[in-house]
């Protein structure tokens, strides 16, 4: 959700004072959200298939989709500490890099939240892979694309570093509904059974 509302409205932070980017400098800024995202592909399929091989050996065999989630938490810091990063620089006038290294640790985030998300919901609805897919996908432009409304005036009225400090704070809360699911995950399962496939 944050990393679309910084992709949309970055021109709208480094182009001003302190940093006074030309057009190509933002166009070069945008390198560090593909770093991020693409370090995170390699990190995201190596770790989760590093966690579901080695709970299936411990384990005689047997696997729990709910292991997937363990591969959430590394993404997960490291998002929160890149959007601590981001407000920082912005409002303390660090050098750019800190903002392109802060946005990289977010897209890293993003990315590597979604692979282990996506590959609990495809394990647990494996005859519904395009319907589940398309409901994180809804979910997460839906969220990101609603970020645009109000950042800016968010970051113009409370500051770079509160603002960007409170969606911290909120990616930190939201780790409650990873743990419930590790929690409960196999009893709700067992409740509300996955319907069979539609065609």
């Given at each position: 959700m944050w990393t679309i509302g910084i992709v949309s409205t970055s021109t709208q932070l480094v182009k001003p004072p302190p940093y006074l980017f030309s057009d190509t400098a933002v166009a070069l800024l945008y390198f560090a959200p593909?770093?991020?995202?693409?370090?995170?592909?390699?990190?995201?399929?190596?770790?989760?298939?590093?966690?579901?091989?080695?709970?299936?050996?411990?384990?005689h065999g047997r696997f729990v989709p709910e292991q997937r989630l363990w591969g959430v938490y590394p993404s997960w810091i490291i998002g929160i500490a890149g959007l601590v990063l981001v407000g920082q620089a912005l409002q303390k006038d660090l050098p750019w890099i800190a903002f392109a290294i802060g946005w990289a640790m977010q897209c890293f985030a993003t990315l590597g939240t979604s692979v282990a998300i996506s590959a609990y919901v495809l394990d647990v609805f494996p005859q519904?892979?395009?319907l589940a897919s398309a409901w994180i996908c809804a979910f997460r432009t839906l969220g990101g694309f609603c970020v645009v409304y109000f950042q800016v005036k968010w970051i113009a009225r409370d500051g770079p570093a509160v603002t960007f400090g409170s969606?911290?704070?909120?990616?930190?809360?939201?780790?409650?509904?990873?743990?419930?699911?590790q929690v409960f995950g196999g009893?709700?399962?067992?409740?509300?059974?996955?319907?069979s496939a539609e065609n």
């Open positions: 593909m770093i991020g995202t693409v370090v995170a592909e390699f990190f995201g399929h190596w770790f989760n298939d590093l966690l579901a091989n080695t709970y299936i050996r411990s384990h519904h892979a395009a969606q911290a704070g909120i990616s930190a809360a939201v780790i409650v509904s990873i743990i419930a699911v009893s709700w399962r067992k409740r509300f059974p996955v319907p």
